[in-house]
């Protein structure tokens, strides 16, 4: 706090009552001057801040929204392309799947002619 001095003219026509009245006048007006300040200094940072947190609350829920929208983008793709893949290996599986059945086919036919040569030469001795 600043010490407030009061010119001697000025003390000698006021007296010291007058002069002591004075000064705790001038400190008081500070003081109120001070906090007048300070309490408008709070409003407008308090204000500025809430505007503040407020717009990035609105450009927060539109990034989410813009993230949420690609996001879904980004799945269906995705399963769309899982879908696809799905099918292919299928396709796959069915074709080995036959495959193997012609194969097997053809094991039994040989098999069941290695056995009938084997009953004939059998019967004939």
């Not at 947190?53 to 799945?75: D, F, H, P």
């Not at 392309?81 to 194969?103: C, P, S, V």
Request: negative net charge.
């Amino acid at each position: 706090m600043a010490v407030i001095t009061v010119p001697r003219p000025l003390r000698e026509k006021l007296g010291e009552e007058g002069t002591d009245a004075l000064v705790a006048l001038i400190n008081e007006a500070g003081e109120n001057n001070k906090q007048s300040v300070i309490e408008v200094v709070e409003e407008r940072f308090e204000r500025r801040l809430s505007d503040e947190i407020s717009r990035l609350r609105v450009e927060l829920a539109e990034e989410m929204s813009k993230l949420r929208v690609e996001l879904a983008g980004e799945i269906s793709r995705l399963r769309v392309e899982l879908f696809g893949e799905t099918n292919k290996l299928r396709a796959e599986m069915h074709d080995l799947r036959a495959n193997l059945i012609q194969w097997m086919f053809v094991f039994w036919i040989g098999q069941i002619g290695v056995l009938i040569g084997l009953f004939f030469t059998f019967l004939r001795k």
